[in-house]
T-cell receptor, first 113, second 110 residues
Framework: AAGVIQSPRHLIKEKRETATLKCYPI?????VYWYQQGPGQDPQFLISFYEKMQSDKGSIPDRFSAQQFSDYHSELNMSSLELGDSALYFC????????????FGSGTRLTVV | KQEVTQIPAALSVPEGENLVLNCSFTDSAIYNLQWFRQDPGKGLTSLLLIQSSQREQTSGRLNASLDKSSGRSTLYIAASQPGDSATYLC?????????FGTGTRLQVFP
């Protein structure tokens, strides 16, 4: 069965650079979520999109932005990177307003040096 | 604001033991509750989903229960094995997003 695909798997950036993370949800899933998991922390909700429109926003820094495209894939753009942005970034998708739960991708490990 | 707490934070047991992992949440108006497993530095693997109309789910040696009125969910792991060693996270579906608990780090030794 198709899963949530995230790319890249690993990313190393320098401070003040920009990073773009991509997420391809399970086909026909209508909602995409982004989460950030710092070292030793639980995943924290960043932002979500329902049918290509932003549906909710969590603790996402102003330096970050995201969007969902017509093919339902989503991108998380992170600018002016800081050392504290080093984390695992997860994308998840769900169907019919999460009646069947959430499926997570394998994550992108971002390291800012 | 929904807060999810897991007890214990860490657990180290010999293989073969039956385990109980606890999850409590402050807002009983959750929709679903989902249990995940996470290996170090890896992704989140869904173990069990308890939908809003359900009180229990079972998969193999895993059983999860949900009591919304008391704000608690419990994950039972029967006959634990070294391969069960991982962090277990519960997450409440609240206002169209998952709120994660603090996790229980489990180590099962031979």
């Amino acid at each position: 069965a198709a899963g949530v695909i995230q790319s890249p798997r690993h990313l190393i950036k320098e401070k003040r650079e920009t990073a773009t993370l991509k997420c391809y949800p399970i086909p026909r899933h209508d909602t995409v979520y982004w989460y950030q998991q710092g070292p030793g922390q639980d995943p924290q909700f960043l932002i979500s999109f329902y049918e290509k429109m932003q549906s909710d926003k969590g603790s996402i820094p102003d330096r970050f932005s995201a969007q969902q495209f017509s093919d339902y894939h989503s991108e998380l753009n992170m600018s002016s990177l800081e050392l504290g942005d080093s984390a695992l970034y997860f994308c998840a998708s769900s169907l019919v307003r999460r009646s069947y739960g959430y499926t997570f991708g394998s994550g992108t490990r971002l390291t800012v040096v | 604001k929904q807060e999810v707490t897991q007890i214990p934070a860490a657990l180290s047991v010999p293989e073969g033991e039956n385990l109980v992992l606890n999850c409590s949440f402050t807002d009983s108006a959750i929709y679903n509750l989902q249990w995940f497993r996470q290996d170090p530095g890896k992704g989140l693997t869904s173990l069990l989903l308890i939908q809003s109309s359900q009180r229990e789910q079972t998969s193999g040696r895993l059983n999860a229960s949900l009591d919304k009125s008391s704000g608690r969910s419990t994950l039972y792991i029967a006959a634990s094995q070294p391969g069960d060693s991982a962090t277990y996270l519960c997450a409440g579906d609240n206002t169209d997003k998952l709120i994660f608990g603090t996790g229980t780090r489990l180590q099962v030794f031979p």
